[in-house]
């Protein structure tokens, strides 16, 4: 994928100015900025939800960015979005919920009466396996807890099939553990499964510790674009546009200080051998 010139105007406001990047290679990539810095926005251009004032997106030599109707359409399949409020439907059970993510591979007809082939019903509960919460498959999903909400979320863009998983600062509302569960759960799709995954970050020792490349986002504009080692915290202090009082414990969630083995890997690996 290669990003040129995107750009967001609302008003007299520029959310994103000019953003330029590549993704040759399947990567994790994490995206890293103050609150306001552009960041959701840059996320939203490349699905379609927002559209671009400016700028080009190109995969395989198309620009994305022209499509319309059912191309359009095929593009949001292809890259599925993960939200911090998981967006989920609370009433339905998680089984249903994570095959909503076959509706976008269906017909009108298919989606509207919600049926499922028992292909879709065994993708669906592959992708609660991978995630460790098979055994909540008939909750419903308003009873589980956030993060588990948020597993939920990742497996119903899995049965998607998507080439790209985009999320949009998907730890933002749990806690530490679970976001590190979260964390280890993107990590390990894009590992297994070859996906670019792209993650709106908040927190600075997760980018580091998770995503093989981080893009630092500052008032609309890509300022940073390395790997994650090379986030020092003079990069860091330039990317939050923080004086010399920064302190890198405010973008923190960690619960241990060993990157090597973080807890949300171990926790994953258990919930996986017990299933
Ligand atoms: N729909 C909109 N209408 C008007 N202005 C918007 C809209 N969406 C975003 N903006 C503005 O664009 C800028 C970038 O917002 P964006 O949400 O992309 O930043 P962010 O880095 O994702 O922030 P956060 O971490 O708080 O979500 C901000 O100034 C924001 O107020």
Not at 26 to 46: E, W
Not at 58 to 68: A, F, N
Not at 214 to 221: C, F, K, L, P, T
């Amino acid at each position: 994928m290669q990003v040129i010139g995107l750009t967001k105007t609302f008003g007299s406001v520029t959310a994103v100015n000019a953003a330029s990047f590549a993704v040759p290679v399947p990567q994790m990539v994490g995206i890293i900025g103050r609150s306001g810095a552009g960041k959701s926005t840059l996320l939203r251009m490349i699905n379609h939800l927002t559209p671009a004032t400016e700028g080009r997106i190109e995969i395989d030599g198309r620009d994305i960015l022209s499509l319309r109707g059912r191309a359009r359409h095929d593009w949001q399949r292809d890259c599925a979005m993960i939200f911090q409020q998981f967006n989920l439907v609370p009433r339905l059970d998680v089984l249903t919920n994570v095959m909503l993510g076959r509706l976008n591979r269906h017909g009108t007809l298919r989606s509207v009466l919600k049926m499922f082939s028992r292909e879709d019903i065994g993708r669906a509960l592959h992708a609660l396996e991978r995630l460790g919460i098979a055994d909540q498959a008939m909750k419903r999903a308003e009873d589980l807890s956030g993060g588990q909400q948020q597993r939920v979320a990742i497996a119903r863009a899995l049965t998607q099939d998507p080439r790209m998983i985009l999320a949009d600062e998907p730890i933002a509302s749990l806690d530490p553990m679970s976001a590190q569960i979260v964390m280890a759960s993107l990590r390990e799709i894009h590992e297994r499964d070859g996906l670019t995954v792209i993650c709106n970050l908040h927190t600075l020792d997760t980018a580091r510790t998770y995503c093989d490349r981080v893009i630092g986002m500052r008032a609309g504009e890509i300022v940073f674009d390395g790997p994650a080692h090379a986030v020092t915290t003079d990069v860091a202090r330039d990317i939050y546009g923080a004086d010399e009082s920064f302190d890198e414990g405010v973008t923190s969630t960690s619960l241990n200080d060993d990157p090597a083995q973080p807890e949300g890997v171990a926790y994953l690996r258990a919930a996986r051998a017990s299933a």
